[in-house]
C-alpha cells in the first residue's frame, strides 16, 4: 500500500541518548517534512526538505537533525535527547510543486526519561 | 512567519446539528489551506482543502469558506454524526523559494452527541 512508514511506533529512551526515528515514503514525493505533536499545541514544523539533498529548518528545530540522501527516506535524529522531547512525531509528504496537501505518516511516540 | 488561530478548541454539538470551526491567518501570500481530521491515536488525514482562488468548495456534508481579505476561512459540518467526533486543524501554506510547509491552527475538539 502506498504511503509513508514511520518507525519505531513508540519508543521509551533515557535522556542523553541519541535516537533516529525513520521515515519512508514510495510516493515519490520530493517534500518531506517533520511535525512533533504536543497536547493543545496543534503540529509543529522541526525540519524540512524540499528535493532530495537539501534540507532547511522549521519552527521548532533545535536538538534535532535531518538527512536527506534520497527521494523516499528522511530521518530524523535527536543527538542527545531531553525530556522536553517527549512527543508524537509526524513524518509528512507532498508533490512540490504548487500548493499540495501532505500526507502523513502513523507517527511515532516517543518518551524521554 | 505566518500564524494560525483556531476557534474553538472544543465544541459539542447534538447529533444531525451543524458544526462550526474559525480560523485566522496573519500571512496574505498564503494561498493553501487544508483541513485536517484526527481521532484518537491516529494520523491527521486531509478532509477537505481550498486554495485562495476560491471562495468556497464543498464536499457532501463538508464545506469550507476562504475569505481573503480579512484572512479567515471556516469549515462547516452538516448533518453531524458521532463518527464525525475527533480533533479538526486548519493549516495555512504559500508556495515560495523556501518551505512549503503547512503552519496549523491548535486544533479543534468536535463532541457529536449521539
Known amino acids: 500500500i502506498a504511503g509513508i512508514t514511520q518507525a519505531p511506533t513508540s519508543q521509551i529512551l533515557a535522556a542523553g541518548r541519541r535516537m533516529t526515528l525513520r521515515c519512508t515514503q514510495d510516493?515519490?514525493?520530493?517534500?518531506m517534512y517533520w511535525y512533533r505533536q504536543d497536547l493543545g499545541l496543534g503540529l509543529r514544523l522541526i525540519h524540512y526538505?524540499?528535493?532530495?539533498?537539501?534540507?532547511g529548518k522549521g519552527e521548532v528545530p533545535d536538538g534535532y537533525s535531518v538527512s536527506r540522501a534520497n527521494t523516499d527516506d528522511f530521518p530524523l535524529t535527536l543527538a542527545s535527547a531531553v525530556p522536553s522531547q517527549t512527543s508524537v512525531y509526524f513524518c509528512?509528504?507532498?508533490?512540490?510543486?504548487?500548493?499540495?496537501?501532505?500526507?502523513f505518516g502513523d507517527g511515532t511516540r516517543l518518551s524521554i526519561l | 512567519g505566518e500564524n494560525v488561530e483556531q476557534h474553538p478548541s472544543t465544541l459539542s454539538v447534538q447529533e444531525g446539528d451543524s458544526a462550526v470551526i474559525k480560523c485566522t491567518y496573519s500571512?496574505?501570500?498564503?494561498?493553501?489551506f487544508p483541513w485536517y481530521k484526527q481521532e484518537l491515536g491516529k494520523r491527521p488525514q486531509l478532509i477537505i482543502d481550498?486554495?485562495?482562488?476560491?471562495g468556497e468548495k464543498k464536499d457532501q456534508r463538508i464545506a469550507v469558506t476562504l475569505n481573503k481579505t480579512a484572512k479567515h476561512f471556516s469549515l462547516h459540518i452538516t448533518e453531524t454524526q458521532p463518527e464525525d467526533s475527533a480533533v479538526y486543524f486548519c493549516?495555512?501554506?504559500?508556495?515560495?523559494?523556501?518551505?512549503?510547509?503547512?503552519?496549523f491552527g491548535s486544533g479543534t475538539r468536535l463532541q457529536v452527541q449521539p
Open positions: 500571512d496574505s501570500a498564503s494561498n493553501y
Open positions: 493549516a495555512a501554506s504559500k508556495r515560495d523559494t523556501g518551505r512549503r510547509a503547512l503552519t
Open positions: 509528512a509528504s507532498s508533490d512540490s510543486e504548487g500548493a499540495q496537501p501532505q500526507h
Open positions: 526538505s524540499n528535493t532530495a539533498g537539501t534540507t
Open positions: 481550498i486554495r485562495s482562488n476560491v
Open positions: 510516493m515519490r514525493h520530493n517534500a
